[in-house]
């Protein structure tokens, strides 16, 4: 077990585990930290993808290991907590970044894709909170970084299910961080239209695409975000970064 902890100033030596680690925003997080000195363990379902994310951190000389995750299954972030655990002795900070962004107008009756983004936003962020606070509890210390979205501070039609997930998140962790107490951090990162496969896919109408492709923000804006939080000293704890590109109203 290295001597840093969570209660050290900096990224390097950190033990940090990143839900949705297989592609864009996550991907990113993981590479940058990596890169910077943690040992990053690295949730998702598709293990091809988070192989290739764990060889492209370990040809850059950096420590990663993958562990297939389903947030929407409790039973999975204890496993991926667990793994930090052995591998590592201990986990300091759990990046619930893992997110569903299948949007559409509530007349199209899309309930499947809203149940979808309220198990994987919401409840996966749930799953990592009741996953990882008996250990952080026990540690002592340890750091939680929850994903949200510029759509939690700014409601647009057809967005409105993931917004609401979104401002969920928001909303627990702002009462987790009142109940953590000093030794616990909690930080909520909202980016605006960032470049990633997610927002690219068909997943999301024709008109929001286009407007990614004209405005977005590479991923690694927000890899830089989430560095900057865990980088404060123990007893300095960043709530909430909102992170946009310039040409996002
Ligand atoms: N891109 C944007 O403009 C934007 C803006 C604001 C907020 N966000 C938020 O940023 C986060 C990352 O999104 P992204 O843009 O990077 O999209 P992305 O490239 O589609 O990445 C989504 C990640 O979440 C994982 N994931 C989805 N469902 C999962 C599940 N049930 N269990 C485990 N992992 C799951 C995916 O991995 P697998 O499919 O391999 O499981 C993938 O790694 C999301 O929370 C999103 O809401 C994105």
């Not at 996550?26 to 930290?33: R, S, V």
């Not at 496969?197 to 977005?216: F, I, L, M, P």
């Amino acid at each position: 077990m290295s001597e840093h902890s969570s209660t050290t100033t900096g990224v390097e030596g950190k033990v940090i585990a990143i839900t949705g680690a297989s592609s864009g925003i996550g991907a990113a997080i993981a590479e940058h930290l990596a890169q910077r000195g943690a040992s990053v363990v690295l949730g998702a379902r598709r293990e091809d993808r988070l192989a290739e994310v764990v060889a492209r951190i370990e040809a850059a000389g950096g420590a990663a290991l993958a562990v297939e995750v389903d947030v929407r299954h409790r039973d999975d972030l204890a496993r991926l907590v667990a793994s930090a655990q052995q591998h590592h002795g201990r986990l300091d900070v759990l990046v619930s970044n893992a997110g569903n962004m299948t949007i559409s107008g509530f007349d199209e009756l899309r309930q499947d894709d809203w149940d979808e983004m309220v198990a994987t936003n919401l409840t996966g962020v749930l799953n990592g909170i009741g996953a990882a606070l008996p250990v952080f509890r026990a540690q002592g210390a340890g750091h939680f970084i929850h994903m949200s979205s510029t759509s939690a501070h700014r409601i647009v039609p057809t967005q409105g299910v993931y917004a609401a997930t979104k401002t969920a998140v928001r909303v627990l962790s702002e009462a987790l961080r009142q109940e953590a107490g000093p030794d616990l951090r909690v930080t909520v990162v909202s980016p605006g239209m960032t470049d990633t496969e997610g927002v690219r896919s068909g997943a999301v109408d024709e008109q929001t695409a286009s407007r990614v492709r004209e405005v977005a923000q590479p991923p690694s804006a927000i890899a830089r975000a989430v560095a900057y939080a865990i980088e404060q000293p123990a007893g300095v704890d960043v709530g909430e970064i909102i992170v946009r590109p310039t040409a996002q109203s």
